[in-house]
């Protein structure tokens, strides 16, 4: 069973500031994916960035990097220099090859 | 380059209406999921597929039914649609474990049950 779990409902940054957004999991499987994505208002929902649960580093994608803590089932995103396009709802997710479950998501807000 | 297409953005249906929402991806993926959107409680998995005519249940199946006949086309029924079935409903494609791991969705459809 897969399982996410983001404790933060919303978040508020101010602009140009670095900002962390939590992820904790539950999965059996041995080998597994972790995603984020950012959902803005028009409900379209870009991907950001991917980690495999076998990949050494941790990933990075222009702004955005995931501080990928396995041993902690911690995937927390990590959105430096904020924006004020990055008000959003974000949501991770675990894929374990078939089934990819999602977590309830964050709502960041950024303030000029 | 859209990927991953839901064939309506807005659905207002009545009450006892059969309902279809049909998701169709250019990218040759196994996988594909629908998913609806509730505020407060995120995404939340109705049925997925791993391949052509297999179909598996995910947390909320009820109420609802699916149809996978060709590869690139997922299609959600709602048998008799119900108040409690408005929402947003969100298909997703993915490849992982291959040659690349990559998961898209598509934009979206809001469903209003009147």
């Known amino acids: 069973a897969q399982k996410i779990t983001q404790t933060q409902p919303g978040m508020f940054v101010q602009e140009k500031e670095a900002v962390t957004l939590d992820c904790t999991y539950d999965?059996?499987?041995?080998?597994?994916?972790l995603f984020w994505y950012k959902q803005p208002s028009s409900g379209e929902m870009i991907f950001l960035i991917y980690q495999g649960s076998y990949d050494e580093q941790n990933a990075t994608e222009g702004r955005y990097s995931l501080n990928f803590q396995k041993a902690r089932k911690s995937a927390n995103l990590v959105i430096s220099a904020s924006q004020l396009g990055d008000s959003a709802m974000y949501f991770c997710?675990?894929?374990?090859?078939?089934?990819?479950?999602f977590g309830a998501g964050t709502r960041l807000f950024v303030k000029a | 380059d859209v990927k991953v297409t839901q064939s309506s953005r807005y659905l207002v249906k009545r009450t006892g209406e059969k309902v279809f929402l049909e998701c169709v991806q250019d990218?040759?993926?196994?996988?594909m999921f629908w998913y609806r959107q509730d505020p407060g409680l995120g995404l939340r998995l109705i049925y997925f597929s791993y391949d052509v005519k297999m179909k598996e249940k995910g947390d909320i199946p009820e109420g609802y039914s699916v149809s996978r006949e060709k590869k690139e086309r997922f299609s959600l029924i709602l048998e008799s649609a119900s108040t409690n079935q408005t929402s947003m409903y969100l298909c997703?494609?993915?490849?992982?474990?291959?040659?690349?791991?990559?998961?898209?969705f598509g934009q979206g459809t809001r469903l209003t049950v009147v």
């Open positions: 999965t059996s499987d041995q080998s597994y994916g």
């Open positions: 997703a494609s993915t490849s992982w474990g291959g040659d690349k791991d990559e998961a898209f």
């Open positions: 990218m040759d993926h196994e996988n």
């Open positions: 997710a675990v894929t374990g090859g078939f089934k990819t479950i």
